[in-house]
Structures are given as C-alpha cells and as structure tokens.
C-alpha cells in the first residue's frame, strides 16, 4: 500500500533556527510560503547566526530552481518534494484577525492546503501561531532536531552510591575503589545491578551500614579516585557542600586535564562566582600563571545581534548585562563582611583595575566567532540563552591551553525559540558527556548558599 505523503509547510522561525531542517523531513512535501522568503531576505546580510541561516536557506532554494520549477514542486534527493507557495490569499481567517499579518499570511497558506485534502503539518517555533492553528483545525508540531531528554533525566555529573564499610574503610587508605563495589542501593550484595559509570562522573559513596560514613570520589574511566583539590581554597574561597567540592575539583583542573568544564544549578548556587575565584586564583596567586586572562560572556537574547548597532565601545556596550559579575567581584576582592562596603569608591577602584590591566576582558558572544583563542580562562554566563550551533561554534573556538567554563540554569530560559530540551547548555551536556577532556556537575537546589531566602525560594518556586 503506497504510503500518503505529508505537507509540511515551515515557518520562518524554524529555518532560521535551524536551516537543516529542510533535510529532515524524508520522502514528504515541503512547503514555503512566499512571505517566509520576504522574512528570510531581511536577514540576508545580517552578520549573526541568524544572517548565516538565511544565506544558507537562500544558497539551497536558488540551487534548486535550477532543477525545476519551484512553483510546482522540485524533488527533493531524499524523495521528497519542496515548493514556494503563491496561492492561497483569499482563503478566509476569522474576521479579528488582520490578513495582512505574517503569520497570518502563513496560515492562509495550511487553511488552503488543508480544505484542498493535503495532511498538513505547521512547522513552527511560536507558540502562538501553534495555537492560532489549531484553533484553525491545523495540526501543528515544534521542530527539535537536536535535542536533550526532559531535564529530570539529563545527565548531572554526579551520582550517590553504596559500597561495605569495609570497602570505603579501604578507600580511605589506597585511594581506590572498583566500580564492581559500588551499588546504587544501600544494600549491596550479589544480586544488584553494575553501576553503569560515565568518565569523570562524581560519586558521593555512602556506607550501607552506616548512613553517617561517606567519602567523595570521582571515576577516572578505570576506578573510582579521590578528589585531588578537596583541600585548596581559591583565593580563599572554601566549598560549602558537595556540589562546590565537585564543581571546586573540575575547575581546579589544568586545560590540558579538563578543557571543558559544564556548570549547572539554581541561582544562588555559586556557579559564577565559583568560576571567577578559581580563575582569579589561577591568574594571580599561583606561580607561573597557566592562563593569560579572564574572559567572561555573557549572552542576551536580542542584544547580542544587536551589537553593532549600539552606540559606544565594546565595553561600554556589554556593561550593563554584566552586572551579575560585578555583583560577584565585589565579595571576591574584600571578602571581609563587615568592611566590604565601607568605601565604595575604593571598592570600584580595586575591580576596575581588574578590568584596567586587562586580568578580566568582557566580550558578546558575537565577537568570538571565527576566533582561535590562547591560554585564556573563558566562562559563558548563562549559557542556557545558547543555541546548540552557538555552542558549538564556542567550544571549537578553544586554543592551545584554553579552558571554557559554561555555566547556567536550564530552567531559567530567555531564547524565545529554546527549552529546557534544545537550549545549547543542555545540548553540550548531553554531547560531551563521557568525554574526558569535559567533566559536568548539576548543583541541586539544597546546594543554594547565597542566602536563606534564595533557598527558600529555590526549593518552594
């Protein structure tokens, strides 16, 4: 029986998200909207990824115009078809909404496919066009071509295991500790499961005779080691629970040990001022500094393809979204509660000179493409507002003794067209776990140290 092909008509959302996705819908119809082109043409010469996205949809249309009419149709080499469609103007929405809109225009078009008997399908990453269309009696679907599992089942780095006392006592003394003895109840016997390990994944390994005896490891690939900075307290910084010491451990870590350092947890958890004392302390307190200088990005949605267009310098132009590392400079520099904020001007003074003598350098992510960057400590704040290719395109960006620190809260999203799924935070973590240049911690929201109040509201909301 020959199977009923599907139309999928596809916003421009989708395409410049993610311009492959017109690969990806096998031997079906795909169809463009003749406004999706106009809306496309407006970013043709945009220097951003978005820019990027239309160019290349635009590079694979004209490529197909030339094997036939794209009016009515070209094949496609995966069997399906893709056209651009012109008809459809006259086909009736409700009488509140205005015709001439774009996303109305786009569901004249699935109105008028649909009472012409085609299985359409909108491809669209608004909510709201997703819900007009279904008051329509339009099926509609997201497009997620690289995506994470539901937050709850990502990977957090981190994991609680059992093993005898006899086996932790001697865990103590060697250093070492089989996965073979580690379970994942606290009832370890022959019948258990093995503990599936991931490479540079932290255990907490608790007694299973005596909830009070724990010790903190982490699996090197071959056995389950100590923490070999559990000591150290970076430019004077002490962790206050396990996550800190986890997150403490894969900071600690040289470029050549651990290049890719994945941070996430709640606010309040320490992540960005946990990055900055290690750096700190990598650049200004140990001898012979592995790193040249400290650079902190900071993504915003919409400012960060806006850049060029903004009045002043560079720095002048990212100021205001790096505040938050202010914020966190200004308790590292005078760690003395009661005297921090005796003198604000000398306060300033002594984070400004961080900046003046170019310890700590600011950029928007827009300026890191097409870079090779050296011996540099770079941490990319928030990075949950990072698509998977912006991610990407970082991490590719790392030279000879770079170490790039990603840190965010997947549940804290401001990308109109990201999740909690596809955000590029979430993404990386997914591809690069098990890698042993990359070692990840989830902060659990019990781990809060910023005040009573953020925990309270942490653990409540």
């Known amino acids: 029986m020959k199977k009923s092909r599907k139309t999928f008509v596809l916003d421009t959302n989708v395409l410049l998200h993610t311009p492959y996705a017109l690969y990806s819908f096998d031997d079906n119809n795909i169809v463009i909207p003749e406004v999706v082109l106009e809306e496309l043409d407006k970013f043709k010469k945009d220097n951003s990824e978005l820019g990027a996205n239309a160019r290349h949809v635009a590079r694979f249309i004209d490529s197909l115009r030339e094997k036939g009419n794209l009016n ?239 009045p002043g310098t560079e720095q002048e132009k990212i100021a205001p979204f790096l505040r938050p590392v202010i914020d966190n400079l200004e308790v590292l520099i005078d760690n003395d509660d009661r005297e921090r904020y005796s003198s604000e001007k000398e306060l300033k003074d002594k984070i400004d000179e961080l900046f003046d003598r170019k310890i700590i350098n600011t950029e928007a992510i827009a300026f890191i493409r097409g870079r090779s960057i050296i011996k540099q400590w770079i941490i990319i704040d928030e990075a949950q507002n990072l698509t998977p290719k912006q991610v990407k395109g970082i991490i590719t960006r790392a030279g000879m003794g770079t170490k790039i620190i990603l840190i965010g809260d997947p549940e804290q999203i401001d990308h109109p067209f990201l999740d909690i799924r596809t955000n590029g935070l979430s993404f990386a973590a997914e591809k690069m776990k098990g890698s042993p240049l990359c070692f990840q911690i989830t902060l659990a929201d019990e781990e809060c140290e910023r005040s009573e109040l953020a925990y309270e509201a942490a653990r409540r909301m």
């Open 72 to 310: 009515k149709g070209v094949k496609l080499e995966n069997g399906g078809t893709l056209r651009i469609e012109m008809n459809f103007h006259d086909v009736k929405l409700p009488e509140s909404w205005v015709g001439t809109v774009n996303d109305n225009r786009i569901l004249k078009v699935c109105k008028g496919l649909h009472e012409n008997k085609e299985k359409v399908y909108l491809i669209t990453k608004d909510v709201f066009a997703r819900i007009k269309a279904d008051v329509l009696g339009i099926e509609t679907q997201d497009f997620y071509a690289e995506q994470a599992p539901v937050y709850d089942e990502q990977y957090r780095g981190r994991l609680d295991v059992y093993t005898d006392e006899s086996k932790l006592n001697d865990f103590y003394k060697s250093s070492k500790l089989s996965p073979e003895d580690v379970c994942v109840t606290n009832i370890c016997s022959g019948m258990n499961e093995k503990v599936e390990l991931v490479v540079n994944q932290f255990l907490i390994i608790h007694s299973s005779s005596n909830h009070k005896k724990t010790a903190l490891g982490r699996y090197d690939g071959k056995e389950i080691v100590p923490l070999n900075f559990i000591e150290e307290r970076p430019f004077g910084v002490t962790p206050r629970n396990a996550g800190q010491k986890f997150m403490q451990e894969s900071l600690m870590y040289d470029a050549d040990k651990a290049p890719l350092v994945i941070i996430k947890g709640s606010a309040g958890t320490a992540k960005t001022f946990y990055s900055l004392a290690v750096g700190l302390h990598k650049l200004l307190t140990e001898r012979g500094a592995s790193y040249r200088k400290i650079l902190v990005c900071r993504p915003n949605v919409k400012f960060d393809e806006d850049i060029g267009f903004l």
